[in-house]
């Protein structure tokens, strides 16, 4: 997962009342939103009155008077509003990574103003997002103008259009996929890796929590590690040595925990490679940390002793890293976020060599890269990340030998509001977590023409909120059982189960 850029993700509470529509609104941000700083400290802001009246953004989207009386009860990616707002209140939020912040807006008859002018202690830097809604259509899609500024910097402001999100025309709850159990988790789940009756939950700041799975219909916390000071585990991989099961936490530092015993759960080592994402083959363990070109790997044959091997920076990757990465028979494959795929040679641990690189694409966010062997072909199954055309997935040519190697095959594209997120392949099977498309299943045996075979909708309007990253973020399998488990941030953990269609003998 990864920071927005260029987006801003608003959540409107709107009344249904005559205060919503009639005369100038104006309404401060609450107190606690940006808190954590001295006010003291941080300098003054030089985007201050600055986006602040309609007249300052383009006028060409808009219609006179279509703000009066303004209230919607809808859900956007970007975008929510409801009508039962506390007080009979507009109140306005923008999006803040998996959560969401109250910020000022102003509302006329003709413009509602977000605005969100915030400083960043860690680089000492303002930056402003405002949005200028001036058109509201009849299905509720809204129209307007964002203008983004950074340091002493604003961009032209831009057109936007935004309809209601919904469920794709026609979809049920789940094609091919049933809902067998799930359970709300106290924070945010984002990755999950199970075995046997146990998935192990990394959740951010809260540290792991190990779920038995036993009676999948009502699953139960059996366990949970929480560091004893802060970190943030965005990943979790799973590691069996000598009769005991161990997890390990992609964070900084990263850590690995011995969870034989779900209910005592302790750290037994702590390995100093910062990392977003970390993959497991055999007992060599490989990190990335999410920003730069970096790849490196311990050896965990003795997971209370890591030992290191190596580390790879790859040159003349831009200001690409490495944000998410796959490895199979000791070759990595590594998804450079605006660069492209980067694929190198691991199988002397001490000596990894870089096999060849696609060409470089920084239109797009590459995200999430998975190889696997479709009628004995190696084919790349790759997930773009953010909204727009680009997103999806993409299949590659995985043949060192062709002529066509790590060229694209064919690809697929759900819609333009959503992406996708993490992605796993079984043959000519692909699963992706889907953020508010929830879980989709597909069949790449034409790797030209990829062809959904299944889906399972796990977000809905009533639980939705501001964030952009919502729904089904992380999954894993368990094949044996036909069973899909997902890490979903909104609605917690929950166990899929899946026909013969979605999961081929």
């Known amino acids: 997962m990864a920071r927005p850029r260029g987006l801003l993700l608003v959540c409107l509470a709107v009344a249904a009342t005559p ?37 300052e953004f383009p006028r060409t989207p808009c219609r006179a008077g279509s703000m009066a009386g303004f209230a919607r009860t809808n859900v956007w990616v970007r975008l929510r509003l409801r009508t039962d707002a506390p007080g009979g209140v507009l109140r306005t939020f923008v999006d803040d990574f998996l959560d969401e912040a109250q910020v000022p807006h102003t509302l006329t008859a003709d413009d509602l103003i977000i605005r969100r002018s915030s400083f960043n202690p860690f680089s000492s830097l303002w930056s402003l997002r405002a949005m200028d809604v001036c058109d509201v259509l009849p299905d509720g899609t809204l129209r307007g103008s964002l203008v983004e500024c950074y340091e002493d910097d604003c961009r032209e402001p831009y057109p936007f259009e935004v309809a209601p999100t919904r469920r794709i025309a026609g979809e049920s709850e789940g094609q091919h996929l049933t809902l067998l159990g799930e359970l709300a ?7 999950v890796r199970a075995t046997g009756d146990h998935a192990y939950v990394a959740m951010g700041v809260g540290g792991l929590r190990i779920l038995s799975v036993a009676n999948p219909a009502a699953p139960v916390v059996a366990g949970s590690y929480v560091p004893a000071e802060d970190n943030y585990f965005n990943d979790v991989k799973l590691l069996e040595v000598a009769g005991r099961r161990y997890a390990v936490l992609a964070g900084s530092p990263s850590e690995v925990i011995d969870v034989t015993a779900p209910a005592s759960a302790s750290v037994v080592a702590t390995i100093p490679a910062p990392a977003h994402t970390l993959f497991i083959e055999g007992t060599m363990a490989y990190f990335v940390d999410g920003t730069s070109p970096k790849l490196t790997l311990y050896d965990l044959a003795d997971p209370r002793a890591p030992v290191y091997r190596s580390e790879l920076v790859v040159p003349n990757l831009s200001i690409a890293g490495f944000h998410d990465l796959h490895v199979a028979g000791g070759i990595a494959y590594l998804s450079a976020f605006l660069y492209g795929l980067v694929v190198v040679d691991c199988r002397t641990p001490t000596a990894p060599v870089e096999l060849g690189r696609t060409t470089r694409e920084p239109t797009r966010y590459w995200h999430s890269p998975w190889a696997t062997q479709v009628g004995g072909r190696p084919v790349i199954v790759h997930g773009d990340e953010f909204a727009g055309p680009a997103s999806g997935v993409r299949l590659l040519d995985g043949d060192p030998a062709s002529p066509t190697y790590l060229a694209t095959l064919g690809d697929w594209h759900l819609r333009d509001d959503i992406s996708t ?33 299944g889906y399972f909708n796990t977000w809905s309007e009533e639980i939705a909120t501001a964030g952009y990253f919502s729904g089904a973020i992380g999954l894993d399998l368990d094949v044996a059982r036909r069973r899909i488990y997902v890490a979903d941030i909104l609605r917690g953990f929950l166990v899929l189960e899946g026909t013969s269609a979605v999961f081929p003998p």
């Not at 009639?22 to 030089?46: K, S």
Request: aromatic letters at 6%; charged letters at 20%.
């Open 185 to 191: 988790l106290d924070g945010r789940p984002l990755n």
């Open 19 to 55: 205060a919503c529509g009639g005369g100038d609104e104006v309404f401060p941000a609450d107190a606690a939103v940006d808190a954590g700083t001295d006010a003291t400290e941080i300098p003054p802001d030089p985007f201050e009155g600055l986006f602040d009246e309609g007249s």
């Open 421 to 453: 997120h993490n992605v796993m392949a079984v043959g000519p099977t692909v699963y992706l977590s889907h953020y508010q498309d929830g879980i989709r299943v597909l069949d790449i045996t034409d790797p030209a023409t990829p062809t959904q075979i």
